[in-house]
């Protein structure tokens, strides 16, 4: 019953590989996100949908594409892996409503290795 | 563009000891959010603060607002061993209510 979930925990890959992350949620939030955390702690956003809208598109290189078939699904795909996009990336949902305060929740994250 | 930094970058204390770390936005935030990383995990929403000079307490969390809103911090009172991880604000960019900038964290340490 998680309420984030990403899968692979871990990516290790060669430079030039194309690999997907895929991120669930069952909290029946209306918006995701894609964070990405550097070896430094840093915390930046990439992308977010809302309702399987793109609506936030962070200056991020367009090998890397999001995918929100439905919105309790949304998917990271990148292209020509390089070895700076080594990282940690979350996966995280947020809901909206009167009274509802708007923390997000954020999955367990992927840890990608690019070699 | 929005910045949110955070001082210390790192803390470490004595078990028993108390620790504050400050978040200080370089715009007017609507509101301020707080998590905490323990290491290897994922950040774990805390708390919310709306109003201006708002004051939260969570058992030995206290947490502020300021009066411009534009700082926030977080004082932990007796730090325990369970304690220990990265702490972060965040506050909505531009306005948005579903665009989270980080603060750049504080790790803390606790040395039993």
């Known amino acids: 019953d998680t309420a984030v979930s990403q899968t692979p925990k871990y990516l290790v890959t060669q430079m030039g590989n194309d690999k997907s992350i895929k991120c669930e949620q069952n909290?029946?939030?209306?918006?995701m996100y894609w964070y990405k955390q550097d070896s430094k702690k840093f915390l930046k956003i990439m992308f977010s949908?809302?309702?399987?809208?793109?609506?936030i598109n962070e200056t991020v290189p367009n090998r890397f594409s999001p995918k929100s078939p439905d919105k309790a699904h949304l998917n990271l795909h990148i292209n020509s892996l390089e070895l700076g996009d080594s990282a940690v990336y979350f996966c995280?949902?947020?809901?909206f409503g009167v009274g509802r305060v708007h923390g997000y929740t954020f999955g367990s994250g992927t840890r990608l290795t690019v070699v | 563009g929005q910045q949110v930094m955070q001082i210390p970058q790192y803390q470490h204390v004595q078990e028993g000891e108390d620790f504050t770390t400050y978040c200080n936005s370089s715009?007017?935030?609507?509101?301020i959010q707080w998590y905490k990383q323990r290491p290897g995990g994922h950040p774990v929403f805390l708390i919310q603060?709306?109003?201006?000079?708002e004051v939260k307490k969570q058992k030995r969390l206290t947490f502020q607002f300021g009066e411009a809103k534009k700082n926030s911090s977080l004082h932990i009172t007796a730090t325990q061993t369970t304690d220990v991880g990265t702490y972060f604000c965040?506050?909505?960019?531009?306005?948005?209510?579903?665009?989270?900038?980080f603060g750049t964290g504080t790790l803390l340490a606790v040395q039993p």
């Open positions: 995280a949902s947020s809901g």
């Open positions: 909290l029946g939030h209306d918006t």
């Open positions: 949908y809302n309702n399987k809208e793109l609506i």
């Open positions: 715009t007017t935030l609507s509101n």
């Open positions: 603060l709306v109003k201006s000079g």
């Open positions: 965040a506050g909505p960019y531009g306005g948005a209510t579903n665009k989270l900038i």
